[in-house]
């Protein structure tokens, strides 16, 4: 299990650039695959991005934010970030952080096991 802790968002105007971060505790965490999922008011958990544990190398993204939105880790800072561009409205949401310690990398939410708290972004347009 690790404790995952969001941060980075905001209020930004559409067009603009936000970076999240998501530190995890543990002394595992290259052995985690870790993912990005977001939830807007009304709406379901929708999944953003994720990436794999260190010895893979796999990413998968969300259609919604495919090219404009890059997932990253530094294993060194225990730590995964989300670089967002680009931003549209409709990226309106809270953004959370998940992990699951696997050799698979999961697209869905029910898959991870550990979340954040969640951060707020916001995008006027």
């Known amino acids: 299990q690790v404790q995952l802790v969001e941060s980075g968002g905001g209020l930004v105007q559409a067009g603009g650039s936000l970076r999240l971060s998501c530190a995890a505790s543990g002394r595992t965490f290259s052995s985690y695959a870790m993912g990005w999922f977001r939830q807007a008011p009304g709406k379901e958990r929708e999944f953003v991005a994720a990436?794999?544990?260190?010895?893979?190398?796999?990413?998968y993204y969300g259609d919604s934010v495919k090219g404009r939105f890059t997932i990253s880790r530094d294993n060194d800072k225990n730590t995964v970030y989300l670089q967002m561009n680009s931003l549209k409205a409709e990226d309106t949401a809270v953004y959370y952080c998940?992990?699951?310690?696997?050799?698979?990398?999961?697209?869905?939410?029910?898959?991870?096991?550990?979340w954040g708290q969640g951060t707020q972004v916001t995008v006027s347009s």
């Open positions: 990436i794999s544990w260190s010895g893979s190398g796999t990413i």
């Open positions: 998940a992990a699951r310690r696997s050799i698979l990398l999961p697209r869905n939410a029910d898959q991870y096991n550990d």
